[in-house]
């Protein structure tokens, strides 16, 4: 698994590489971030934001997939849980990477 303490050893300059890597990560994150929030805000109404009671996720979900007409939503909300479930047990096996 690569990791900041593998990279470090990889280059000429470690530290202008890493420094460097995660600027570039962050803004590309942050325009992933903000495309993402655009398309909630072109693919869903703002009275249906604002009274549905349910996640924007949900609703963009629905709007773009038509969920309900498939009956998907239990599948996605299991994938939903797996992709989360993928997330803790990253954390949990994280420290055992540093030693």
Same mark, same amino acid.
């Given at each position: 698994?690569?990791?900041?303490?593998? =990279?470090?050893? =990889?280059?000429?300059?470690? /530290?202008?590489?890493?420094?460097?890597?995660?600027?570039?990560?962050?803004?590309?994150?942050?325009?992933?971030?903000?495309? !993402?929030?655009?398309?909630? !805000?072109?693919?869903?109404?703002?009275?249906?934001?604002?009274?549905?009671?349910?996640? /924007?996720?949900?609703?963009?979900?629905? =709007?773009?997939?038509?969920? $309900?007409?498939?009956?998907?939503?239990?599948?996605?909300?299991?994938?939903?849980?797996?992709?989360?479930?993928?997330?803790?047990? /990253?954390?949990?096996?994280?420290?055992? $990477?540093? !030693?």
């Amino acid at each position: 698994m690569l990791s900041t303490y593998s =990279a470090k050893s =990889a280059g000429k300059d470690p /530290v202008r590489t890493i420094k460097r890597a995660g600027f570039i990560s962050l803004a590309i994150m942050t325009i992933i971030y903000f495309l !993402v929030n655009l398309a909630y !805000v072109a693919a869903i109404s703002r009275a249906d934001i604002r009274n549905s009671g349910k996640l /924007v996720a949900a609703l963009f979900f629905q =709007a773009s997939l038509r969920l $309900d007409n498939l009956g998907l939503r239990k599948y996605c909300q299991a994938w939903l849980l797996l992709a989360h479930l993928e997330t803790l047990l /990253v954390m949990i096996s994280l420290p055992n $990477d540093l !030693v």
